[in-house]
């Protein structure tokens, strides 16, 4: 298993959180411990090959076909599987990147895997250039007909909700620590608007989202201190209690954190690696 991550360049920055690739063989997932954590972004795919995924909540395995495919939010973990190696090209992009992009409420898209044009309108250039995309050899030109196809697809509406990204932001500045109520005052918002803004506009409620964040800030935690008892870093997460943080945790990953721990987890990892750089701001301008 490989995973790297591409800068992104300064047009699409406010959108884009990165550029990655992602190669994969059978014999590398251990389903259901090997994972990724659901982290508020959405992700457009290109993958020349067939692959399955399947979130904890789910009995079922979804085949991704070849092309380009929308990731919506997820709310669980997320196993992959596949049959033979793959190189997966992937753009995430923040969590309020598609609040103007988008006309469906982005809670219908919750944990959907979308072919890209049920979203939207492809012509025939459009579909010439994932084409493309999926066949290049190299990163560099997959990235500039990448984004030569989000000129196209999104150049009659590519503003930035500022008010929803600075909500956004505050909570990510506190890693999901804080009672959703702190926003009401700070942004001049009732509890009825801004549940309302975040559910169609990100997908999540800001609750939801709160606590995301706080279970990545503990798997930071976990990678940053692995020898450390796991009750007390999710305190220091956030977490009030043993079984409040063990509940959570079972919620998204279908397992109690200590046998899912004894795992030797490498997509995990990566979540892990995103997560620092997302707390750090390394994802900038956020």
């Known amino acids: 298993m490989r995973y790297k991550e591409f800068e992104v360049s300064s047009h699409f920055s406010q959108h884009i959180e990165c550029y990655w690739e992602l190669e994969l063989a059978p014999d590398e997932l251990d389903s259901p411990f090997e994972a990724l954590s659901p982290d508020c972004t959405f992700d457009i795919v290109f993958a020349d090959t067939i692959f399955n995924m399947r979130g904890f909540s789910e009995n079922v395995w979804k085949g991704i076909n070849p092309g380009a495919t929308f990731f919506g939010q997820k709310t669980s973990g997320v196993n992959f599987a596949v049959h033979k190696a793959i190189k997966i090209f992937g753009v995430r992009f923040k969590p309020f990147a598609f609040a103007n992009l ?5 809670f219908h898209l919750n944990d959907q895997v ?11 250039n459009d579909q010439q250039l994932i084409h493309k995309i999926i066949t290049a ?54 509890k009825a608007t801004l549940h309302k803004h975040f559910i169609h506009k990100i997908g999540l409620s ?17 990678n940053k201190y692995p020898n450390y008892n796991l009750t007390e870093l999710s305190l220091e997460a956030g977490f009030y209690d043993q079984a409040h943080f063990i509940k959570t945790f079972k919620a998204y990953f279908g397992s109690c954190p200590l046998r899912f721990f004894k795992r030797e987890n490498q997509l995990i990892k990566i979540s892990q690696t995103t997560i620092n750089k997302r707390f750090s701001n390394q994802y900038d301008p956020r």
Do not use: H, M
Request: aromatic fraction near 12%.
């Open 102 to 106: 988008i006309k469906t409420p982005l």
């Open 114 to 124: 979308l072919p890209l044009e049920k979203l939207f309108d492809l012509n025939v």
């Open 206 to 222: 800001p609750k939801k989202i709160s606590c995301i964040w706080r279970i990545n800030y503990f798997l930071q935690l976990q």
């Open 137 to 190: 050899k190299e990163v560099k030109e997959k990235i500039g007909l990448t984004e030569t196809l989000f000129n196209n697809l999104f150049k009659n509406s590519f503003s930035i909700d500022q008010n929803l990204r600075a909500q956004l932001n505050y909570i990510l500045d506190r890693k999901g620590d804080l009672k959703v109520k702190e926003l009401f005052p700070v942004f001049g918002v009732s």
